[in-house]
Nanobody, 113 residues
Framework: QVQLVESGGGLVQPGGSLRLSCASS????????IAWYRQAPGKQRELVAT???????DYTGSVRGRFTISRDNARNTAYLQMNSLKPEDTAVYYC???????WGQGTQVTVSS
């Protein structure tokens, strides 16, 4: 069974950092592209970052320079390192494996003083 499980969210003050994890099972992880999305209340789900099986990454402009997507193929896990967090980053963050049409359950990130 294909599964993606996000973790690492929480409450953090502006300027703080969080590292999100996306643990996968049931997929051929090393060749699978992974995407991180987020959805804030009242807004559409937004693509945040992508990484190919070969490790090439891309980011939406609002997070470029602050967030880093990575993967550890030995652990079948992808990550999203989020630095210099802003209140506008508050959202539920989801990972996705497009070839498998699979979404995780999401993890809440709240940036607030």
């Amino acid at each position: 069974q294909v599964q993606l499980v996000e973790s690492g969210g929480g409450l953090v003050q502006p300027g703080g950092s969080l590292r999100l994890s996306c643990a996968s099972s049931g997929i051929i992880f090393r060749i699978t592209p992974i995407a991180w999305y987020r959805q804030a209340p009242g807004k559409q789900r937004e693509l945040v970052a992508t990484i190919t099986g070969g490790g090439s990454a891309d980011y939406t402009g609002s997070v470029r320079g602050r967030f880093t997507i990575s993967r550890d193929n030995a652990r079948n896990t992808a990550y999203l390192q989020m630095n210099s967090l802003k209140p506008e980053d508050t959202a539920v963050y989801y990972c996705n494996a497009p070839p498998y049409h699979t979404w995780g359950q999401g993890t809440q990130v709240t940036v607030s003083s």
